[in-house]
């Protein structure tokens, strides 16, 4: 159980300024992290969820009535997840467990992506490797929120949530549905799965970063983690 007290000052507002002031120039490490975390995970969900009905379609011939099925399965695999493998990151740790999901989801992806040019996939066998992949991944991507909602000061936590995720979202968010739904329209396999192998390398890229920055934060007191602005002068990244 979390000891001691500590003392702030009531301030009347935060600028947005002043929320990326302390994310990039306080924070700098935590910063890096969390824009690994968020454009990784929103390059992988953006870029499969939006084209999976015509990637079904043109590579597997599921007809546009059967899609929704696949989605509902999709769905449900992106629910385990969180559900299941959620108390794990309070028991197990944040470290490993968000490092751990991240590094997964790329590792499947990347077999996904070699079976799927050997032609050895069928439509439900290629839905099963994405159930599985999503398993781990939106465990992952939930934890992203999870880790900026922990990591700023107290007076920044709401608005870092929503600024780190308007930018993975904007760069990630938007980049891999329209590279996914490029490579998806030039009929060419190797193309489709060079989409999964560079989605596989941001979820890397947001697992190392996880492993070289990442906080620990698991049954800590947050303001141990992040001094409250009005309550601390050594900062540190």
Not at 8 to 21: A, D, F, G, K, Y
Not at 217 to 229: F, Q
Request: with cysteine; aromatic share 12%.
């Amino acid at each position: 159980p979390a000891s001691g007290s500590i003392t702030v000052r009531q301030r009347r507002s935060l600028r947005i300024t002043e929320i990326l002031e302390v994310a990039f120039r306080i924070y700098p490490k935590r910063s890096v992290l969390c824009l690994a975390l968020f454009l990784g995970q929103a390059f992988l969900y953006n870029a499969v969820t939006f084209n999976l009905g015509t990637l079904l379609s043109s590579y597997f011939g599921v007809s546009s009535g059967a899609v929704p099925y696949y989605f509902a399965v999709y769905a449900l695999g992106s629910l385990a997840g969180p559900l299941l493998l959620g108390p794990l990151f309070d028991s197990v740790g944040r470290k490993p467990m968000v490092a751990g999901t991240y590094f997964a989801a790329s590792a499947l992806l990347v077999v996904t992506a070699l079976l799927m040019q050997g032609g050895v996939l069928g439509s439900w066998s290629f839905l099963v490797m994405l159930v599985v992949t999503f398993f781990f991944a939106s465990a992952g991507s939930s934890a992203a929120y999870l880790t900026v909602s922990e990591i700023f000061p107290m007076e920044t936590r709401a608005l870092a949530i929503a600024v780190f995720y308007a930018i993975g979202t904007a760069a990630g968010g938007i980049a891999g549905p329209l590279l996914f739904g490029a490579f998806i329209d030039s009929g060419d396999v190797g193309l489709v799965a060079l989409g999964f192998y560079i989605g596989a390398g941001a979820m890397a890229i947001g697992g190392l970063a996880e492993v070289v920055f990442g906080i620990e934060a698991a049954g800590r007191s947050l303001e141990d983690i992040a001094p409250p602005l009005t309550a601390h002068d050594d900062r540190a990244s």
